[in-house]
């Protein structure tokens, strides 16, 4: 089975969000969990820088040329909008389950913003992978192009045809 850009952004995105999870839950003062809490927290991180990466190239391969502006201009709108809500919202939501005696465990010692923003994250991911197009797909900006019934082959036949003349060979010195 051929390497796809879902099964891409299912990994990284799903390892990512489980990474962050996992890091939360992981809360006893030994060293041993909290070497866990940090690598998997960092692993997490990383996960997602990936999927960015991969997000955004495949935006830029696969976007026609005329949407790409408004495409990349959405993504920095969606990020810096996490951005804010996540340090006005999140940052609260943290300090009420760090201070929580009570509830769910996965809700207290600072996890309830990362436990309540796990499902949707997995949703996203898989809405993700459903309209990801697989990597045979050819992208718009590598299509043939084809301009007053002259394709782009035709065009490069007839550069081939004049690399003979003597305008092209005197070029070439």
Same mark, same amino acid.
């Given at each position: 089975m051929a390497w796809s850009f879902?099964?891409? @952004? +299912?990994? =990284?995105?799903?390892?990512?969000t489980v990474g962050y999870a996992l890091a939360m839950l992981l809360r006893q003062p030994t060293a041993l969990v909290e070497a866990a809490h940090l690598l998997t927290f960092l692993l997490g991180g990383l996960l997602g820088g990936a999927l960015e990466i $991969? %997000?955004?190239s495949l935006a830029s391969t696969y976007a026609p040329a005329a949407a790409q502006? !408004?495409?990349?201009? +959405? /993504?920095? $709108?969606?990020?810096? +909008?996490g951005s804010i809500s996540g340090n006005l919202v999140g940052a609260a939501q943290f300090q009420a389950s760090l201070d929580a005696t &009570?509830?769910?465990?996965? $809700? !207290?010692?600072?996890?309830?913003? =990362?436990?309540?923003?796990? $499902?949707?994250?997995? =949703? /996203?991911?898989? @809405?993700l992978i459903s309209v990801l197009?697989? !990597? #045979?797909?050819?992208p718009s900006r590598l299509a043939p @192009?084809?301009? &007053?019934g002259? #394709?782009?082959? &035709?065009?490069?036949? #007839? %550069?081939?045809?004049? #690399? +003979?003349s003597e305008r092209a060979k005197r070029h070439d010195r």
């Open positions: 879902p099964c891409s @952004v +299912g990994l =990284l995105g799903g390892g990512a $991969l %997000l955004i502006g !408004r495409l990349f201009a +959405g /993504i920095s $709108l969606v990020k810096l +909008g &009570d509830g769910p465990y996965v $809700l !207290r010692g600072g996890a309830k913003p =990362l436990t309540i923003l796990t $499902l949707p994250s997995l =949703l /996203i991911i898989v @809405v197009p697989a !990597r #045979s797909a050819t @192009v084809v301009l &007053d002259i #394709s782009e082959a &035709d065009s490069c036949e #007839s %550069l081939d045809a004049d #690399s +003979g």
